[in-house]
């Protein structure tokens, strides 16, 4: 078990309970939940989001229940790499390579087909990622939905 300061911690609800599974839906908040002017601006922004978390304890777990989900800081920042960083280092390196041999309209054409390749193998993927990156849950006191980091 890590210790707080390496994790990443979403209060929630649970959603559904089937098998060894726990759907837990969280709402994440944009960068402007803590801005003081948010409610003078209308890009405010809240999504619901249902995370699903592998268990050994499911038969503890009710729909309703309040209840954090866990996540390791480390697979965060793998979760970034993979989402973020390397689509945009494929479409970066797509397009300076095929801009040496084609004009621009196709150039930039093989690198938007060149990010579409790179997120269906995530997809096809996926199974494997979903082995890879291991949530947890306990369950909550707090009737709060918001995120935490730990430092």
Do not use: W
Request: include cysteine; charged fraction near 20%.
């Amino acid at each position: 078990m890590a210790d707080n300061s390496q994790t990443i911690r979403h209060d929630g609800r649970v959603d559904l309970v089937e098998g060894n599974k726990v759907f837990v839906k969280i709402i994440t908040h944009s960068a402007c939940q803590s801005c003081s002017t948010k409610s003078m601006c209308s890009i405010t922004e809240l999504k619901e989001k249902q995370i699903e978390v592998l268990t050994q304890d499911q038969d503890s777990y009710r729909e309703g229940d309040p209840v954090t989900v866990i996540l390791e800081r480390s697979m965060g920042n793998r979760a970034v790499l993979l989402g973020y960083f390397f689509p945009f280092l494929v479409l970066i390196l797509s397009l300076l390579i095929s801009s040496s041999f084609f004009g621009d309209l196709v150039s930039g054409l093989i690198a938007l087909v060149s990010v579409g390749f790179y997120y269906l193998l995530m997809f096809i993927f996926s199974d494997r990622l979903k082995k890879d990156f291991h949530f947890r849950i306990q369950h909550s006191t707090g009737d709060n939905d918001s995120c935490k980091v730990q430092n």
